[in-house]
């Protein structure tokens, strides 16, 4: 694999397809082990999980429903802090077992607002699965129940992951080579 360019910055690669094919495996069936009694409501977080979302749907052997809702904080390498909600869950989820599925979480500011929402929809629980963590970034209190792979504090695109928009049907993971 080579470094790629998208808008004005190089990225370097740095997650292959089979690593990630490999971590979201183990997560399928940590997950299911945990709800192979229920039939849980895995809710993506739209427009980044797409690719993560899918393959772990594949590889996760219980019943179990699915639904999506759209938030953004990014503007750019920056999350902005302020996170609107652009589509909700178009689906009752009182009294379900319900996991939000994120491709990655950084600073949690998004997750926070997620974790509320949903909670105030009157879930009988509510768990967080990510993909990817940044545990240097994360400012929050709230625990994240089901992780993929930590990563360090860089800016990364590809598996649905974007850089300003660009960059989410790649599907391998690159790391940005400079963070200026
Ligand atoms: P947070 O609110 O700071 O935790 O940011 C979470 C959201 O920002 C994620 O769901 C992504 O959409 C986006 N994001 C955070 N870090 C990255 C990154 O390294 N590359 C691309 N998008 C990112
Ligand atoms: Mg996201």
Same mark, same amino acid.
């Given at each position: 694999?080579?470094?790629?360019? =998208?808008? *004005? $910055?190089?990225? /370097?690669?740095?997650?292959?397809?089979?690593?990630?094919?490999?971590? &979201? !495996?183990?997560?399928? @069936?940590?997950? %299911?082990?945990? %709800?192979?009694?229920?039939?849980? &409501?895995?809710?993506?977080?739209?427009n980044g999980v797409v690719m993560f979302m899918s393959d772990f749907l594949k590889q996760y052997k219980?019943?179990?429903?699915? #639904?999506?809702?759209?938030?953004? #904080?990014?503007?750019?390498? $920056?999350?902005?802090?302020?996170?609107?909600?652009?589509?909700? =869950?178009?689906? *009752?989820?009182?009294?379900?077992?319900? =996991?939000?599925?994120?491709?990655?979480?950084?600073?949690?500011?998004?997750?926070?607002?997620?974790y509320d929402l949903v909670r105030k929809k009157s879930a009988k629980s509510v768990k967080i699965a990510?993909?990817?963590?940044?545990?240097?970034?994360?400012? !929050?209190?709230?625990?994240?129940?089901?992780?993929?792979?930590?990563?360090?504090? !860089?800016?990364?695109?590809?598996?649905?992951? *974007?850089? @300003?928009?660009?960059?989410?049907?790649?599907?391998?993971?690159?790391? /940005? $080579?400079?963070?200026?």
């Open positions: 694999m080579d470094e790629i360019t =998208i808008h *004005d $910055k190089t990225f /370097v690669p740095y997650i292959t397809f089979e690593e990630l094919e490999h971590a &979201i !495996k183990m997560m399928a @069936n940590t997950i %299911y082990q945990q %709800y192979r009694n229920e039939t849980p &409501i895995f809710v993506g977080v739209l219980g019943s179990c429903e699915i #639904s999506f809702l759209q938030m953004q #904080s990014y503007e750019g390498l $920056k999350s902005t802090g302020k996170v609107r909600n652009l589509m909700d =869950i178009g689906m *009752d989820i009182s009294n379900r077992h319900v =996991i939000i599925m994120e491709d990655i979480v950084d600073t949690g500011n998004t997750l926070e607002a997620l990510t993909l990817l963590y940044k545990p240097e970034a994360y400012k !929050k209190d709230l625990d994240i129940d089901f992780i993929g792979m930590s990563i360090p504090d !860089k800016f990364v695109v590809g598996y649905g992951l *974007d850089y @300003n928009r660009l960059g989410r049907n790649l599907p391998d993971i690159y790391q /940005v $080579k400079t963070n200026e």
